[in-house]
């Protein structure tokens, strides 16, 4: 068994209302009252109402452009200089809170797992984590790049059989961060419509381990679950592109998922049917459609993915654990989480509450 504690997320530090997003994109990349009036429906229809960014360059007010400046796109380059500093920077505060949370030395850290799809360096930012966190020279290191929006689930499935195979108590440090934000791009199709309508960022730490802290409550990883819709492989993709990172989001998803049995994958890892379901915030129509197909289930409002959308937006991997942390806060007994990355890939996480 392993178990997931010291959950803690750390807020980028420029809050955007939804409307303040939407001037800026009408001002920046809308070149056709076309594209503004698409771009002004899907804002409407979003469910959100705030995000997070690393950037002010969204609000008025808010200081001086870092990024969008000028008539001119900002090239990879450039957004990966802000990627590499805000990363670092997010990440070694999250490691550190959850360490304090967790009530545990960096020094008893055995492994370090990071996490990430919107931004790439090597030496990466788990090198930063080792010098600012203080952890020991001996620790494990692995990272996971590129995943998407189901890379929380990759991290929390790679940290479990870490913790089953250490001989010991394994204490994992896993931090996650998302500045979807550097990729903000002028675009008529929908795909770039939908991710500068609803992506955001976010950062968050936690500690996965062997034995259950006896001082705090922790969530125990009973089962997980993966499948791949293969005929909607291209309806949800990261790629690089010249100047920024493409989000291919189509609106085809809903589809596939309808056409998913989703009740009979939710069955085949979680063991309680009082369980209450935590969905990756994708997107309203996403939840709209999870909520529709699981009904059966004892707690399938979403009402704390849905909060989390209206608040954050869609922090990509970090959403996941956003929701889950509001469920340590409600102290809910039965989780089935499930989230949905690039591929189209649908993962499951059966969790229970283990209290002091």
């Known amino acids: 068994m392993a178990f997931i504690h010291g959950l803690t997320l750390v807020e980028p530090p420029y809050k ?7 001037s800026f994109m009408l001002k920046h990349f809308a070149a056709s009252s076309k ?7 899907a804002f409407a229809g979003s469910g959100i109402d705030t995000r997070f960014s690393i950037l002010p360059d969204f609000s008025a007010g808010m200081g001086a452009p870092q990024l969008f400046i000028g008539a001119h796109l900002p090239n990879i380059s450039a957004r990966m200089a802000l990627y590499k500093l805000w990363a670092a ?53 692995h990272f996971i790049n590129f995943a998407g929006c189901h890379g929380a689930f990759k991290a929390i499935k790679l940290a479990k059989s870490l913790a089953r195979s250490y001989e010991g108590n394994a204490r994992i440090l896993v931090c996650g961060v998302e500045l979807c934000t550097l990729h903000f791009m002028p675009g008529t199709t929908g795909d770039q419509i939908r991710a500068n309508t609803i992506f955001s960022d976010g950062c968050a730490g936690f500690i996965v381990s062997s ?3 006896s001082d705090q409550p ?15 492989e291209d309806l949800m993709s990261w790629n690089i592109g010249e100047s920024a990172f493409f989000m291919t989001l189509s609106s085809k998803i809903d589809q596939a998922l309808k056409g998913f049995n989703l009740p009979q994958f939710v069955g085949k890892f979680s063991r309680s049917s009082q369980a209450k379901v935590a ?41 996941i654990l956003k929701v889950l942390e509001d469920e340590f806060r409600l102290q809910t007994q039965h989780l089935t989480a499930i989230g949905f990355g690039p591929g189209l890939t649908v993962e499951g996480l059966a969790l229970q509450l283990q209290t002091a």
């Open 16 to 22: 955007h209302r939804q409307d303040a997003i939407l």
């Open 35 to 41: 594209e503004s009036r698409m771009l002004a429906s």
């Open 89 to 141: 920077r997010l990440m070694a505060e999250a490691a550190q809170r959850t360490i304090e949370k967790a009530r545990i030395t960096a020094q008893a850290i055995t492994h370090l797992v990071t996490f990430s799809c919107t931004g790439l360096s090597n030496p990466g930012v788990e090198n930063t984590l080792l010098k600012t966190c203080g952890l020991a020279a001996t620790v494990e290191t």
């Open 211 to 213: 034995e259950a802290p």
């Open 218 to 232: 922790a969530y125990a990883i009973e089962s997980h679950q993966q499948a791949a819709i293969t005929d909607a």
């Open 279 to 319: 969905c990756h915030p994708g997107g309203k129509s996403i939840l709209d459609c999870v909520r529709q197909q699981l009904d059966h289930c004892e707690d399938t409002s979403l009402a704390g993915s849905y909060k989390v959308l209206k608040n954050f937006g869609n922090m990509s991997s970090i959403s």
